[in-house]
Each structure stands twice: as C-alpha cells, then as structure tokens.
C-alpha cells in the first residue's frame, strides 16, 4: 500500500510539474523558417532597458557572459560546451562543434522596429586542440540543424518570457516584402 502510495505521488508530482507555466520547456522545435540570429521584435524599450534582461537570462540559464555594453545594446557569452544543456548525446560531436558562443545585439535605429538579434557561433574548421577564443576568423553561424541551435531557442524564450515580465511589448516582426528586404 505504501508503493502505491508513493507511486501515486508521483505520478501527481509529474503531472502538477508539467502543469507549470512557470517552467522552461526542456525541448524546443525548430520552426521551419528557423533563421540564425534570431530576431526578436519589441517596442516600449531602449538597449539600455534590454541589455540588463538579457545578462540575467543568460545568468539563469547557466550560461556565463563574457561582454555586456548597455550603450551599445550587446551581450556576449563564454564559449560553453553544449553537452552540459543538451540531454541528447552531443558527445559524440568534436569539440570544436559542442563549444558556442551568443551575442544579443540590440538594434535601434528605426524605433518602429527595434529588435534583438540571438546570433550562436561554432568554430566547426579551427585547428584541434585549440581554444575557441584564440581566433574569430573561425567563427560561423551555427546552422539550425545542429544541436546547440536549440540552446539559442531556450535563451529566445527565456527572454521573451523577461521582456514581458518588465512591460516591454514583442511585437510581430515586419513582413520582409513590405519593406522592401524580400527575398530571391
């Protein structure tokens, strides 16, 4: 009786768990129209409002900063191996490929149209053994597909979630055809 009990304990723990909306995900979907960096398109904020947000996120998601400059509206974290976020089996990926970096660049210049953009950079085709700090001409975007793309998406929604908590309003980005940015 007692293992049952307990079993239905937590069973309704899980559940309750689950349940939570003040919970992050554990599992993000890449959107078919992915893109890297993500933007993120607000309004009611300036970088030096955001900035701030965006060093605590990164601090809650375990992820450590190396530059913050509010006057510029950027943030730059440590390379971090993704094999310590990630629950899929990143292991068997070089090195080279588990390690990334993010920036947050904060781009004001139209105020009908400030956004953030989440960049997250890999360094697949620097030299083995080599520290991914030692050079940026190694840098590339890392591609959707790839593992640590879904920390990026972690650190988007843990920022979404932020920005809407301090009364900055996410506004719906503007359509690319409209403003003259379409495509091929």
């Known amino acids: 009786m007692l293992r049952s009990f307990s079993v239905s304990l937590l069973a ?3 559940a309750l768990a689950a349940c939570s909306t003040t919970r992050t995900p554990r599992y993000f ?3 078919a129209e992915a893109e890297n960096p993500i933007p993120l398109h607000f309004s009611g904020a300036t970088a030096h ?3 701030p947000i965006i060093a605590q996120i990164c601090s809650d998601a375990a992820v450590p900063t190396q530059q913050i400059d509010r006057r510029r509206g950027y943030v730059e974290t440590r390379w971090v191996d993704i094999a310590q976020y990630r629950a899929e089996r990143v292991t068997d990926l070089p090195l080279e490929e588990r390690q990334l970096m993010f920036s947050f660049q904060v781009d004001e210049r139209d105020p009908a149209a400030q ?3 989440i960049a997250a950079y890999y360094q697949p085709l620097r030299p083995p ?3 991914p700090w030692r050079d ?3 840098d590339r975007l890392v591609p959707t597909q790839h593992a ?3 920390l990026a998406l972690e650190l988007e929604f843990r920022l979404r979630r932020a920005m809407s908590e301090a009364g900055i ?3 719906r980005a503007p359509d690319r055809r409209e403003s003259g940015g379409g495509g091929s």
Do not use: E
């Open 12 to 14: 309704g723990s899980l």
């Open 169 to 171: 309003s996410l506004v």
């Open 129 to 131: 053994g080599t520290s």
């Open 49 to 51: 409002d955001v900035v």
């Open 136 to 138: 940026s001409r190694y």
């Open 115 to 117: 956004v953030v953009r």
């Open 29 to 31: 979907p890449v959107p």
């Open 148 to 150: 640590g793309y879904q």
